[in-house]
């Protein structure tokens, strides 16, 4: 009789095992599919966008001392990329142009240089852009979920070589909307720039 119940037993408790594993391999499941239908919504908005625009706060750390600058950022999918400098006053007004899959640079009238990246060779000019070509491209290494003052925010981690370096692109989306709430660079684990986006834009081909 006792082997009866210790058998019952057994066999209750392994069902209850393959219930609960059946349970969390859903919920892991479900889990993959969502982050899965984020970066595909997100790389196809960015893909099909005519052109996406945004004031950007940024601040770049160069090691010893970190500077800040308030700038105008532009992208039309026929003209490439466009930063134009409106703070600090005396760099205002300062324009740079960004194309192709290279990312060529070009300037008008005063060059602007900011100072290397700790670290880093690649010119803090173009991380602006690689992150912008990083949405599109989609391949994010990691995906997850945050709240924040009532909205949910996705945040997708993507590596993207700029100039030879390996950096990972850090970017905080509006679940909601797919537009940028910040973005963060990071080299060999350091936060290299970060960057607040404010009354970013695009528009959608259609």
């Known amino acids: ?19 609960f594993l059946s349970v969390v391999l859903l919920f892991l499941s479900a889990s993959c599919k969502k982050e899965a239908v984020s970066e595909e919504r997100i790389s196809g ?3 099909n966008a005519d052109g996406f625009s945004a004031v950007l706060s940024v601040e770049l750390d160069h090691g010893d001392h970190t500077t800040a600058y ?11 990329y466009v930063i134009r400098i409106t703070e600090p006053v005396s760099l205002a007004g300062l324009e740079t142009k960004i194309s192709g899959s290279a990312l060529e640079i070009t300037y008008e009238g005063v060059v602007f240089a900011p100072e290397r990246l700790d670290g ?30 009532g909205k949910r925010l996705a945040i997708l981690d993507i590596f993207a070589a700029v100039e030879g370096d390996e950096i990972m692109l850090r970017t905080w989306f509006d679940d909601e909307t797919l537009l940028p709430v910040r973005s963060e660079a990071f080299y060999d684990g350091k936060r290299v720039m970060k960057c607040e986006f404010l009354n970013a834009e695009f528009s959608k081909s259609e």
């Open 120 to 149: 880093v060779t690649a010119t803090p000019v173009k991380l602006l852009p690689a992150t912008v070509e990083s949405w599109k491209r989609g391949l994010a290494d990691t995906i997850f979920y945050e709240k924040e003052d």
């Open 1 to 19: 009789m006792r082997r009866r119940l210790s058998a019952q037993k057994m066999i209750s408790a392994r069902r209850l095992i393959i219930f």
């Open 45 to 47: 908005m960015y893909r």
């Open 70 to 80: 308030k700038l105008e950022f532009t992208y039309a999918s026929d003209n490439g």
